[in-house]
């Protein structure tokens, strides 16, 4: 004679208890009560259960992806430039650079986005160029660091010249400190060297203004002051 088992019956939901932790967990789900793994001597940790995390998208959009870059180009940079760069249409950048231009111009910003020499640039608008000169020429500490007297001594020297080859003559990469000339307003772009493309720079006519001086004619010879030796390589100053 079989026995007739009575599962055990949960009085305050009238709902037979499980018998196993398998059978926990399979009534959990389909009540919707988060199951906690690794629970109970018999839990189930080979369970084919999914777990789907919220699809979080942490990528920027176009146009703050390209506002990123405008922000340190210290060129115009072409648009098919930027669709490389950022694995994006060629079309779909034209549009987001057009785009930010105009918002820019509407909103009555303090820069804008311009297009030149075939690519797009950040410049300071027209409407606060007085103010932009009076923080460069006067808002600026007038003394200069001994990293900024080298390079535009080499720049003064051997203008017009490249970049690459006053971190050359210093030893050290300069664009630090290129831009802080920059932005002082003694050395500007002076076009490009034929053979590399790379920009060449000279002193500003506020480079003679600050010394002083005429013209550049008028700058101190260098010979007092280059070290005492036989044989001195010229062309690395």
């Given at each position: ?141 007038a003394r200069l660091t001994q990293a900024s ?86 062309e690395s100053l």
């Open positions: 004679m079989t026995a007739d088992v009575t599962p055990s019956v949960d009085p305050t939901t009238m709902m037979p208890l499980a018998t196993s932790a398998r059978e926990r967990d399979e009534m959990d789900i389909e009540q919707g009560v988060p199951s906690t793994p690794g629970t109970g001597e018999e839990a189930d940790i080979t369970s084919d259960t999914t777990v789907v995390l919220p699809d979080v998208d942490g990528e920027p959009s176009l146009s703050a992806a390209v506002e990123a870059i405008l922000m340190v180009v210290d060129t115009p940079v072409a648009d098919v430039t930027l669709a490389q760069v950022l694995d994006r249409p060629r079309e779909d950048v034209a549009t987001a650079l057009t785009a930010l231009a105009g918002e820019y111009l509407a909103q009555g910003r303090g820069f804008e986005l311009r297009e030149v020499a075939g690519g797009w640039r950040l410049y300071s608008a027209a409407s606060c160029e007085r103010y932009v000169e009076r923080f460069v020429r006067e808002g600026q500490p007297l080298e390079t535009l001594a080499v720049v003064a020297y051997r203008q017009p010249v490249s970049r690459a080859r006053i971190s050359a003559v210093r030893g050290v990469n300069v664009e630090g400190v290129m831009r802080t000339l920059i932005s002082r307003g003694l050395i500007e772009e002076a076009g490009t060297e034929p053979e590399s493309g790379a920009i060449l720079y000279r002193t500003t006519t506020y480079f003679l203004e600050r010394l002083g001086l005429p013209s550049l004619d008028d700058l101190p010879e260098l010979a007092p002051f280059l070290p005492d030796v036989e044989s001195f390589d010229t």
